[in-house]
């Protein structure tokens, strides 16, 4: 199973940015496709956006509430995807997940808080 | 987008069997929408049970089972366990995007 490890969140005030990275262990990441998913304090799960593989020419897809602000990116050579979040706003705070939750495979990083506040 | 609709709550005895359901409102849900269902325990992150509506992953416990129901994804859970008390959430695939199902708090009672 993908081993999946989100770092990069912190505190940012209200129109920031901030970039998030998720390496996976495995020796065919650019295969996987890599799924950003979020959850505020106390709220369910909200997909974020997607990055699928080498075979599907690395495309991203995103949810309506991000597309604009946030872009998804990778490097296949270190086995990372990242998040790139800009003009963040309060009611992004949240604590941000990678997944790879595609066909057989269901592993989710442990999870990066991503604070919004003055 | 769609908007996917699950149970806020449910309670079941323990040993007890319940079904949560996962809905959309463009129509009914088929298989493909490539339905996920994930368990989430407080302070935890999600871990995924059910993909593809019916298959289990190797650490999926016998007891939860995935299928369609009604025009819905549903997730059967059979012989309830103390350990099961958790948030439960849908996903499904629509166009390219997916979305979450609102949750449903799974009360082990």
């Known amino acids: 199973e993908v081993q999946l490890v989100e770092s990069g969140g912190g505190l940012v005030q209200p129109g920031g940015s901030l970039r998030l990275s998720c390496v996976a262990s495995?020796?065919?990441?650019?295969?996987?496709?890599v799924d950003w998913v979020r959850q505020a304090p106390g709220k369910g799960l909200e997909w974020i956006g997607r990055?699928?593989?080498?075979?599907?020419?690395?495309?991203?897809e995103y949810a309506a509430s991000v597309t604009g602000r946030f872009a998804i990116s990778r490097d296949d050579s270190k086995n990372s995807v990242y998040l790139q979040m800009n003009s963040l706003k309060t009611e992004d705070t949240a604590v941000y997940y990678c997944a790879a939750i595609r066909g057989s495979l269901g592993s989710w990083g442990q999870g990066t808080l991503v604070t919004v506040s003055s | 987008q769609a908007v996917v609709t699950q149970e806020p709550s449910l309670t079941v005895s323990p040993g007890g069997t319940v079904t949560l359901t996962c809905g959309s409102n463009?129509?009914?849900?088929?298989?493909?929408?490539?339905p996920y269902w994930f368990q989430q325990k407080p302070g935890q992150a999600p871990r995924t049970l059910i993909y593809?509506?019916?298959n289990k992953h190797s650490w999926t416990p016998a007891r939860f089972s995935g299928s369609l129901l009604g025009g819905k994804a549903a997730l059967s859970l059979s012989g309830a366990q103390p350990e099961d008390e958790a948030d439960y959430y849908c996903?499904?695939?629509?166009?390219?995007?997916?979305?979450f199902g609102g949750g449903t708090k799974l009360t082990v009672l």
């Open positions: 495995t020796f065919t990441f650019s295969d996987l496709f």
């Open positions: 593809d509506l019916t």
């Open positions: 990055s699928k593989s080498q075979r599907y020419s690395y495309t991203t």
């Open positions: 996903i499904l695939s629509s166009g390219g995007a997916r979305v």
């Open positions: 463009t129509g009914p849900v088929t298989s493909g929408h490539f």
